[in-house]
């Protein structure tokens, strides 16, 4: 079992900028990855970003250049820095745990609002 506990959602301007953390706790060993999905209203929830036990990121074309993905490893912690944010980045975002023999788990979701 792992448990995913997010933060860090809020409301923004537009070109303004927040930080999501995402804090796992539970059977976390071995290869893993962390990623974030985000779901706007009527839409899929999409990848924008993820990073491995082994730090190799990847993102989204929609993203790159403006988020940022990290992890403290000591914390089993992953962030999302976001920048120069855009009202369509507006959506909840869910943090995702995959772990090989573990299985997959989600967060509870935080909402991003980016508005005038």
């Known amino acids: 079992q792992v448990q995913l506990v997010e933060s860090g959602g809020g409301s923004v301007q537009p070109g303004g900028s927040l930080r999501l953390s995402c804090a796992a706790s539970?059977?976390?060993?071995?290869?893993?990855?962390m990623d974030w999905y985000r779901q706007a209203p009527g839409k899929q929830r999409e990848l924008i970003a993820g990073i491995t036990s082994g730090d190799r990121t990847n993102y989204a074309d929609s993203v790159k250049g403006r988020f940022t993905i990290s992890r403290d490893s000591a914390k089993n912690t992953v962030y999302l820095q976001m920048n120069s944010l855009k009202p369509e980045d507006t959506a909840v975002y869910y943090c995702?745990?995959?772990?090989?023999?573990?299985?997959?788990?989600w967060g509870q979701g935080t909402q991003v609002t980016v508005s005038s």
């Open positions: 539970g059977s976390i060993f071995g290869f893993y990855a």
């Open positions: 995702r745990y995959f772990g090989l023999g573990v299985g997959e788990y």
